[in-house]
């Protein structure tokens, strides 16, 4: 019972702590491994892939207190059961993968409860990450010497990327990946709120803006700028994809060709990703922005699937809403009619997705059709938080055009756009 106070008191004053902080993760690769190092690392993976799969043959009885503990797990192999021995996996790391399973139990239920068909938990063909739960046991950054130890491991491995680590950040949890192109540790570091706000602050533009998001052009800003992408599957994966189709299920060249497909697979999701990256970084110089709520879950399944997942677009609410911890982020309901009224008029009318130009038919305001959604967003945006005292209280103060909301908002009215945004 002690100790469970104990670690209920931890939990409640990191939470505390927490919210002064911002989350972030630092991707670190794991450098020059020797073959030594390669067969540590695949042991690792190995064992991790063993226990899992154990305990999620029998759930029932395999999953309870000690399943931490275990030493050593029977596998099935085609031929018969063989015993398999963890040693490397430390008693963490175990905790790590039974707590992992928990979790996946507990979304399972909540799916269920949802009303959605859900199966039992699947055996892994091959575990890709480990968890690393406490920093300084699981494992333990030395900058100066640019080295990472891991639990279980004797020699420590020599890393790219700490630079990137700022020195006031408090490291936290890690998972250790393995990809096509290598293995990597991903760092949780934990830094000031004020101080990254304050960056942000130093570089602001005072406007408020609004985004549409589209299919043409992704990103449609209420300043007029148009910001588009496009990073397709590159014929180099096409034509692996076509070679794999020659080659014999699980023999050695197959698995050669797989390998290649996703380290092509990697470098594409990479790009996406470091794109995606640019992009919120200009959107967070903003005071204010205003978005659609998540429209792209239907886009997905409709006409445009292929385009959505090219540009690697649908992560973008999920950035915005997590940019809503350092900046004021208004999610507006996807069915405010925003391509159809007139932002000068407030006329309504219906206009088919293939005119890219809004002209109104009662006071023949025109404009890009995306633009002018843009705008009426921010307008529904502005609206929004008008009624919502909470949300005005955290607008930053030196954001000149939204600090009176309803001036900005009678601007908006009065028909002075486009642009003094
Ligand atoms: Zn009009």
């Not at 279980?152 to 700490?162: A, N």
């Not at 006329?347 to 293939?354: D, H, M, T, V, W």
Request: some cysteine; aromatic content about 6%.
């Amino acid at each position: 019972m002690k100790k469970a106070e104990k670690i209920k008191k931890t939990l409640k004053e990191t939470k505390g702590k927490r919210k002064n902080q911002v989350g972030k993760v630092y991707q670190i690769k794991l450098q020059n491994l020797s073959k030594q190092d390669e067969e540590n690392l695949n042991r690792l993976f190995l064992e991790a892939k063993w226990l899992y799969n154990y305990i999620v043959a029998d759930i029932k009885n395999r999953l309870n207190s000690t399943a931490w503990k275990l030493k050593e797990v029977k596998i099935k192999t085609p031929k018969e059961i063989e015993k398999r021995e963890i040693k490397t996996l430390s008693s963490q790391m175990r905790q790590g993968i039974v707590d992992r399973i928990k979790h996946s139990l507990k979304a399972l239920r909540k799916a269920k409860e949802k009303g959605l068909k859900v199966g039992k938990l699947q055996f892994k063909s091959e575990v890709r990450s480990i968890p690393l739960k406490q920093y300084g046991i699981t494992y333990k950054i030395s900058r100066d010497r640019n080295r990472v130890k891991i639990q279980g491991i004797k020699k420590k491995f020599r890393v790219l990327g700490l630079h990137q680590i700022p020195q006031n950040t408090e490291i936290a949890n890690g998972i250790l990946v393995k990809k096509s192109s290598g293995y990597y540790l991903y760092v949780t570091c934990y830094l000031p709120k004020n101080e990254v706000v304050e960056e942000i602050r130093r570089n602001r533009i005072p406007k408020a803006v609004g985004i549409d998001l589209g299919i043409k052009d992704q990103l449609t800003l209420s300043t007029g700028e148009k910001i588009s992408w496009y990073i397709p599957e590159t014929g180099r994966i096409k034509k692996l994809q076509k070679r794999l189709l020659k080659k014999q299920k699980g023999s050695n060249n197959y698995r050669k060709i797989k390998f290649l497909i996703q380290k092509e697979w990697e470098y594409i999701q990479n790009k996406r990703k470091d794109t995606l990256n640019k992009v919120v970084s200009h959107l967070k110089k903003f005071c204010l922005i205003a978005v659609q709520d998540d429209p792209i879950k239907s886009w997905h399944e409709g006409l445009f699937g292929r385009q959505v997942q090219n540009t690697g677009i649908g992560g973008i609410t999920a950035r915005l809403r997590n940019l809503a911890t350092l900046i004021p982020v208004v999610f507006v309901d996807r069915y405010t009619p925003t391509t159809q009224t007139c932002s000068k008029c407030g006329n309504r009318q219906k206009i088919p997705l293939s005119e890219r130009v809004f002209k109104c038919e009662v006071c023949g305001f025109e404009l890009d059709r995306d633009w002018k959604s843009a705008i009426e967003i921010l307008k529904e945006g502005l609206r929004k938080i008008k009624g919502e005292g909470k949300l005005l209280k955290t607008l930053p103060v030196d954001c000149g055009e939204v600090k009176p909301v309803e001036r900005a908002t009678a601007l908006v009215e009065a028909g002075s756009l486009p642009l003094k945004w």
